[in-house]
């Protein structure tokens, strides 16, 4: 009995150190502080209008927010999370949401991290690595939810493969993906990790089987059965939405668009010139290093998932996370396998280690509350510091002028929500929104680009309010053509334009 108190004693003897508490507490506070973003995603807006329209009238069937595309069959994966987003912003503010949503990808982060029994000071920097790697990407976006969902199937599958206590408790990956399906369209993530695991085992069966494999556990015959009977059902479970099988047409129309893989920023391959590759560079530098020192006793699956998550990452900047989630159960792994393990434990308990960590997550605090409080009773913050066209908005709430409104892109959210009675002209949904006669992402830039056909679409649409950004190029069109549109407000963020026709008499 002595001996197992000796022994629980060494295992647990960093929580019971009160410098290594505050270490634990100052660096979760740091990594909340790198997730933590300001309220002026793109797409925010019209999440919240929509989460506002559930709950008047229900989960739309059609498109209600353009005059373009009117009823247009959009399918709303996100429609649960929406809900969430009008209540909390409603109810609690911006500040609150954004604590929210980087809480989501913190609790992701540090699930992830704790796939087997790891230690405590490992789980706590590598999470802090891994969100740095996410710091392009997160934000107040559904994508969060992914993150969450993604780290759970992460977890319960290590956890039924290495625990015999979970044999049973897979099956909740089955209410899981009924529960993700609801939120975010990123459900088929999942799916896919439970296929790619169960391939990787088959792998590891067959070649630890021809020996050409060694110190791996491999799965039995019957776990392998009983994955495919979870994968199926939890595929199954997917179909349980107000869209049913249009979730996944929905899907494949996103990921497949070469219009958005071109077009829109976030769904571009990454590109290692770019300075926020730079920290994905580091992760896999440090990866590799360790797996050189360690390589002999790195687990198979959680080496061959990262590999397999890296390719899918580099394939646009928006899956980044994915692949520094995924792979934090192999980073922390070969921390943990070190020969001296517990030098990480005697730095992360230095003094100076403390009060640096300290200093750095009270200035980076500071300055996030600094970004984001300017938000909370004051509107007028998106224009100055997310650089929206509030001004622009109150002009037309007052004056009221006539015309269908032409918009740019980024701003179709925001205007959504702001200016609900004025119909836009596109927003964030849209880009792959098509029909036979239809494709109203390219009349859209060939309108902002002045091309020859933008007096077509122009007319096609009944245009008579622009608003467009001040300082780019998307304004020209409409300055040389001063015979026909006139400059009705302005500012330093956006300007204002009126058909002629249509403007009052001075």
Known sequence: MNRLIKINKKKFFFYSDWRGIIFIILTSILTMVVLMRPPWDPDMGWHIRNGQDILRWGVPRGDLFSYTMPGYPWVSHEWLTDVGFYLIYSH???????????????????WAARVGQQRIESTVLTVLIAAMVAMPVVG???QMITLLGLAGTLWLLFAWRDRPEYRLRIWWLVPIMLVWVNLHGGFAIGLVLIAVFWFIELLKYRLVKWRLLHFQPTLS????WQLIGVGVSSFVVTFINPYTWRVYEELFRTVLDPVVRVNISEWTPVTWGNPQSNNLL??????FLLWLLNHRKADFTKLMLAIVFLGLSLTSWRNLPLFSLVALPLLVDLINRLSAPKGLTGIAKSMWVLLGVAILAGYLGYNRYKEISPFVGNPSMFSSMGKYPYGAVAYIHEHQPKGNLFNEYNWGGYLTWQLPEKPVFIDGRMAIWKTPQQNIFQEYSSILNGGEDAEIWLKKYDVGLVLVYQNRSSKNYFVQQQNNWEIIYQD???????????APPI
Do not use: E, T
Request: charged share 10%; hydrophobic share 65%; no cysteine.
């Open 140 to 142: 107040i976006r559904a």
């Open 492 to 502: 330093d963020i956006a300007i204002l334009f009126q058909r002629h026709d249509l």
């Open 92 to 110: 609690w503010g911006p500040l609150v949401l954004s604590i929210i949503f980087a809480g989501i990808a913190f609790g992701a982060y540090w």
């Open 221 to 224: 015959k019957a776990q392998f």
């Open 282 to 287: 580091i992760l896999m530098g440090l990866i």
